[in-house]
């Protein structure tokens, strides 16, 4: 080979293995060369008194999703903007996403300024794996990645999801049978009664009730906490502190949400031990297929137990009703779609009446819309991350550490660059081999040590419901044309009440 070529190859490998060293175009030979970094203060943004006004003044908070997209608009993949007191960069640009969460380090932190930490603080109580830290957030996520993460354990909930699907279109049958039209208004709220007895299901191996006709008034107020905590989540962090003490109510709203879900997980948690203590008193053999077990059995402590197994109930509720309200809202909207996934859960079923997670596992249109419908309604359209340890270079600036980067995930799903004509529901994309999209265009469920430790769990949940609930009915919607848009509320929801036909096949 001659010299020339040897070297320029050379050059070339270096170049991309040290991107700071270029090839010379006359030597041919590497040369060092510093590239130099742009930094925070030359990064375009709007100025800190028109994204107040754009949050408070213009119902900025539950569009948060949309200034991702008219921000990209106005300044390109990466801006500042002060979260209230809070300075973010956002970056909306999957390859830039993909450079942050390449250098996230050993113990990811979402964000080191947080509202749900400061209550645990200020109550004393400990973290669970959502809000925890550093080594104590490693050691959780082990223990519970045990039996959350491997997929023979995770199927092994099939049984007990089961029994709560059979009670959800059980409870759908009631709704239904209120209305002429078989419509069941806001299935959200149905939806999220589901999650809440699946994972309750999960945790306790016992039933709470969510899905009896008449709901225990604990569980209404524990799923109108977490809405409530949701939306003062936001308003607390965009106030800066001084003015906690001039409108206290925000916080004192977002603390009381918090108290009720500590007291109705602990007071769940506290049932089953009890159980268990008379069992073993009586000198009977205790088996556990239940986290809130397997916890114990890690030897936790019951403060670590009550703070994991509230944030796990909390995690379980609207992500789960929002994955399925949507995905039924965009069946009901394209019949043709709705008819070949028909088909497809009726050929892999041949007249059984309950898939399993190995009948669901061969269903790739069921897994398509799912997918297709987290990327429209990513149900966090925008997560965090903060790199404590060392400044970070992300496209051409350097980051200071420290630094709260906001990932714009509803912005690069909903961007025509990597998905054509991206605002349609079009499942099948993801099942077209020649139409490789960006790996970190849409990742509903995070990416990399920190990702969704219940996603596992959640895919098996939402594809058993979805399967049977296609089985047992056509989905139409209540009006034609009926448009209903997401809204921000920490996590992406929908705007008004989703209200669908629920026909008997
Ligand atoms: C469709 C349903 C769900 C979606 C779209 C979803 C999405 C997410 C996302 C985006 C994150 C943050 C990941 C990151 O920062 O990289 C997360 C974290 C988490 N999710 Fe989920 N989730 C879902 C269901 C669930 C369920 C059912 C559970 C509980 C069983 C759960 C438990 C958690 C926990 C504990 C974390 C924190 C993990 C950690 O910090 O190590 N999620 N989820």
Not at 146 to 152: D, I, S, Y
Not at 430 to 445: E, G
Not at 466 to 474: A, D, K, N, T, V
Request: net charge positive; aromatic share 10%.
């Amino acid at each position: 080979m001659p010299q020339t070529l040897k070297l320029a190859g050379r050059a070339s490998l270096l170049a991309r293995c040290f991107p700071e060293i270029w090839a010379d175009p006359v030597l041919k030979a590497p040369v060092r060369v510093i590239k130099s970094h742009k930094t925070l203060d030359e990064m375009p943004g709007p100025s800190a008194l028109s994204f107040f006004s754009d949050l408070f003044c213009k119902k900025g908070l539950s569009r948060l999703h949309e200034l991702q997209i008219e921000g990209k608009t106005k300044y390109g993949p990466m801006w500042k903007a002060s979260f209230g007191p809070i300075l973010t960069v956002h970056v909306a640009d999957p390859s830039l996403i993909e450079q942050v969460l390449r250098q996230e380090g050993k113990h990811p932190i979402r964000s080191a300024i947080s509202s749900w930490k400061d209550y645990r603080e200020c109550r004393g109580h400990a973290y669970g794996l959502l809000t925890a830290e550093g080594e104590e957030w490693q050691k959780t996520r082990s223990l519970l990645g045990k039996h959350m993460l491997k997929p023979k354990e995770v199927e092994s909930y099939t049984g007990t999801l089961n029994d709560v699907v059979s009670d959800l279109i059980r409870r759908l049958e009631h709704q239904r049978s209120f209305h002429d039209q078989h419509v069941v208004k806001n299935v959200a709220d149905e939806f999220y009664k589901f999650g809440l007895e699946g994972i309750s299901s999960v945790l306790f191996e016992s039933r709470i009730g969510c899905l009896e006709p008449k709901v225990p008034q604990e569980t209404e107020n524990f799923i109108s906490s977490i809405n409530t905590m949701f939306i003062m989540t936001l308003l607390t962090m965009a106030m800066p502190k001084v003015l906690h003490r001039i409108f206290p109510k925000p916080w004192q709203k977002f603390c009381e949400s918090w108290d009720y879900m500590f007291e109705f997980a602990k007071g769940h948690i506290d049932k089953r031990m009890a159980e268990v203590s008379e069992k073993i008193s009586r000198g009977e053999k205790v088996e556990g297929k239940y986290l809130t077990y397997y916890l114990a059995q890690e030897k936790l402590s019951m403060k670590s137990i009550y703070g994991n197994v509230t944030e796990l109930l909390l995690a379980g509720v609207d992500t789960i009703s929002s994955t399925l309200s949507w995905s039924l809202y965009e069946l009901s909207r394209h019949p043709e779609v709705q008819t070949a996934l028909h088909k497809e859960i009726a050929a892999v079923m041949k007249g059984n009446a309950i898939p399993t997670a190995a009948d669901v596992a061969q269903m790739p249109l069921l897994k398509a819309v799912v997918k297709e419908a987290l990327r429209l309604y990513p149900v966090i359209p925008g997560n965090a991350r903060v790199i404590s340890d060392r400044d970070i270079q992300v496209g051409d600036y350097l980051i200071p550490k420290k630094t709260l980067i906001t990932l714009c995930h509803y912005a690069t799903s909903r961007d025509a660059k990597y998905f054509s004509n991206p605002n349609s529901f079009q499942p099948e994309r993801w099942l077209r081999k020649d139409d490789a999209h960006h790996p970190y265009a849409s990742i509903p469920f995070g990416f990399g040590k920190r990702s969704c430790i219940g996603r596992r769990i959640a895919e098996l949940e939402v594809y058993l419901a979805l399967s049977r609930i296609l089985m047992h009915f056509e989905v139409k919607p209540e009006q034609d044309g009926h448009i209903v848009r997401p809204m921000t509320r920490t996590l992406l929801v929908p705007e008004k009440e989703i209200n669908l036909q629920f026909l008997s096949r």
